[in-house]
């Protein structure tokens, strides 16, 4: 291909709304264009990526026994209402009707419709296990799109859906996905964690979400280096350092006129924030609770809500306080709150401790020399894990230091049990030709989200580096001299001798300085590039260089032997 064919068009300058390399270098460098907040078209050379993406997706999905199909974004609201997500997806889905008043929704997902499918399709056990998948257009309406590709509108996503006999049977659809998506990101030259995630109602460690390491991504992961632990925070728990059994003083109340926050109160006693509990008053489907946590401690709400079997948590507006507890916000503890009858949750953390300082449930009042067993009336079962973890927490498993780091989502699967299967009553006959509800598991691969983590993994100060499996073209050929026949026909000659081999070749005929040429191949992030120009050819050959090495791995050869110096540095 010659690079004055084709759409491209470089920038000198970084787009003003981009947070994040990948985002500023993939607009930069011409692979999409902005054509409105959170929607993106892509060029012709993101459109190659993103083809070659798709290509790997495919080709995993079917090596692991998935059939794909393709299903319509435009989904209507019955499907959604029967699963009860019509009203539960909330404003992130759009939604609109037709000339006939019919509501649909833009398919942010397609649990819904993929079950109804499969529902009418499967009759009986001998046709199962079953896996379906799509590369399909995803909507979210996201109220501040970011990040590029990220968090857009529109977005390319795999999804995959597997239908078993039972839940043991699921397992083994389960680990066919999640060693595809090992071997997918792997060929996409990403370093792609595997991270335990939250369950939801499954429980267990049927939930992985896939994670590229980043410092700009938008999720924290809990690791433990000695065992290789990784979980994201919402699921991440801790091993709990025991507590002293030495006796603790009496109780005693202690005013605290003015210190509202943990961070006053410790100032104003000269006491660390670690010795004071931590009391807010949660409002759980309706019904307050009051959660207790160390005071340097923050409360991980999923972990909250599963414990209370709660559809929903959030923190009680200033009236539900005093009226639970008899004080305001930055006065409330656990000892005698107003309301007697207020169920009190605390995180494992404070099992057994003593000596500690919490609100008085008395506006400007401390008590201290708390002593949970002695002076609170909290059930052994009230109990648990409750806090969000952080660095240099102890891990569960092997007692090593975890660290926190951060992460960018790919890829997510998840066992769901029948959730869905039961809504759709999708239902297979066994051998004795009795209905039995099928087991689903979801699997998702964000594939435009893919395209740019390579570039967040992959660049450096001049630009992208692409993986040759994914590179838009694997070989630029700079031609310096387009003027020049004999250049020319080497170019020419190099470019249909590396076709010939597979390689997707790009020639930089344009009329430009080499400087030119060589900054906007950097910025392209091509993974090799040779330069042909007449001063070279008399000189001994072709420059041939490869993107992620340095200016003196550069390396000249005679024409002749160009292409197998080209395909070893492609290898
Ligand atoms: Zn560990």
């Not at 923050?298 to 507006?317: I, M, P, Q, S, T």
Request: proline share 4%.
């Amino acid at each position: 291909m010659k690079w004055s064919k084709l759409l491209i068009q470089t920038l000198r300058e970084d787009p003003g709304d981009a947070e994040i390399d990948s985002h500023r270098l993939m607009v930069r460098a011409g692979f999409v264009r902005k054509a409105s907040g959170g929607l993106y078209t892509y060029l012709p050379l993101g459109m190659r990526v993103l083809n070659k993406v798709q290509r790997i997706v495919r080709e995993e999905m079917d090596r692991a026994g998935a059939q794909e199909i393709v299903m319509p974004i435009l989904q209507p609201s019955e499907l959604w209402k029967t699963s009860g997500r019509w009203d539960s997806m909330g404003p992130g889905m759009f939604r609109l009707e037709d000339r006939g008043g019919h509501s649909f929704a833009l398919s942010p997902t397609a649990e819904e419709m993929v079950t109804s499918l499969l529902g009418g399709i499967v009759n009986s056990y001998r046709q199962l296990p079953a896996t379906v998948y799509q590369i399909q257009w995803k909507f979210r309406d996201e109220i501040r799109p970011r990040f590029g590709l990220m968090r857009s509108k529109e977005f390319l996503m795999k999804d995959a859906y597997s239908f078993d006999v039972s839940l043991d049977a699921a397992d083994a659809s389960y680990e066919a996905m999640f060693e595809a998506y090992k071997r997918i990101f792997e060929r996409c030259g990403l370093k792609a964690y595997p991270v335990e995630a939250d369950t939801g109602d499954i429980g267990g460690k049927f939930s992985h979400e896939f994670h590229v390491l980043a410092d700009s991504g938008e999720d924290g992961i809990a690791f433990c280096e000695g065992c290789g632990y990784a979980a994201n925070l919402e699921k991440a728990s801790r091993k709990v350092s025991a507590r002293s059994d030495a006796p603790c003083a009496e109780i005693e109340m202690v005013p605290t006129p003015g210190a509202k926050t943990i961070d006053e109160v410790s100032a104003f006693m000269g006491v660390p924030a670690a010795a004071f509990v931590k009391s807010l008053i949660y409002v759980a489907d309706g019904k307050c609770v009051m959660v207790c946590v160390e005071g340097d401690r923050d409360v991980n709400e999923v972990k909250l809500r599963h414990f209370l079997g709660a559809k929903k948590v959030e923190l009680a507006d200033p009236a539900a306080v005093l009226a639970a507890t008899g004080a305001n916000a930055g006065s409330v503890g656990p000892v005698k709150p107003a309301d007697s009858s207020l169920r009190i949750v605390c995180d494992l953390g404070l099992k057994g401790a003593k000596g500690c300082i919490a609100g008085a449930n008395k506006d400007d009042h401390h008590i201290k020399n708390l002593d949970f067993d002695r002076d609170c009336n909290i059930t052994e079962g009230d109990y648990a894990d409750l806090v969000i973890v952080r660095d240099g927490d102890i891990c569960a498993t092997c007692g090593g230091k975890m660290t926190i780091r951060r992460g960018i989502e790919v890829g997510h699967v998840f066992k769901l049990g029948t959730k869905y299967t039961s809504a759709f009553k999708a239902v297979y006959k066994n051998d004795s030709l009795e209905d039995r509800v099928m087991v689903m598991g979801c699997y998702g691969i964000g594939v435009s989200r893919t395209m740019q983590a390579v570039i967040e993994q992959s660049h450096d100060a001049n630009g992208i580096i692409w993986p040759s499996s994914v590179a838009p073209y694997q070989v630029c050929i700079c031609l310096l001299d387009p003027d020049d026949p004999a250049a020319v026909e080497v170019a020419q000659s190099l470019e249909s001798a590396l076709e010939e081999k597979g390689i997707d070749v790009i020639v930089d005929d344009r009329a430009e300085r080499p400087g030119v040429k060589f900054k906007d191949a950097d910025l392209i992030g091509f993974p090799v590039r040779v330069v042909v120009g007449t001063r070279g050819l008399s000189s001994g050959g072709v420059e041939i260089k490869r993107r992620r090495d340095d200016k003196s791995a550069t390396v000249t050869v005679p024409p002749a032997e160009a292409v197998e110096a080209i395909v070893s540095r492609l290898a």
